[in-house]
């Protein structure tokens, strides 16, 4: 089993900064994708960053050139910079944890809140 647990969401004002944390602990990989999603209500769970093994990143094209997201493997954790947040930002984000060569290996965060206000 995997925990992650995701930390530093809240409210921010346009234009504000935050940075999301999510700690793993547990069944770790060193060959795992590290990735953040977030869910807006009435909304898909959508991608948006994902980081590989070998520090290969991938955004999503609403948040390119905003959001930053790196690793600390000494530390088991992954980070989301999130710079000029845009109201349409507003959404659960959630960690995930997935690696292709081990079965079933596919985890998620239980959420952190990101609202951000015109």
């Known amino acids: 089993q995997v925990q992650l647990v995701e930390s530093g969401g809240g409210l921010v004002q346009a234009g504000g900064s935050l940075t999301l944390s999510c700690a793993a602990s547990g069944r770790i990989f060193g060959t795992n994708a590290m990735g953040w999603y977030r869910q807006a209500p009435g909304k898909q769970r959508e991608l948006v960053a994902v980081?590989?093994?070998?520090?290969?990143?991938n955004y999503a094209d609403s948040v390119k050139g905003r959001f930053t997201i790196s690793r600390d493997n000494a530390k088991n954790t992954v980070y989301l910079q999130m710079n000029s947040l845009k109201p349409e930002d507003t959404a659960v984000y959630y960690c995930?944890?997935?690696?292709?060569?081990?079965?079933?290996?596919?985890?998620w965060g239980q959420g952190t809140q990101v609202t951000v206000s015109s």
């Open positions: 995930n944890a997935k690696n292709v060569r081990v079965r079933n290996y596919d985890y």
């Open positions: 980081i590989t093994s070998g520090s290969n990143t």
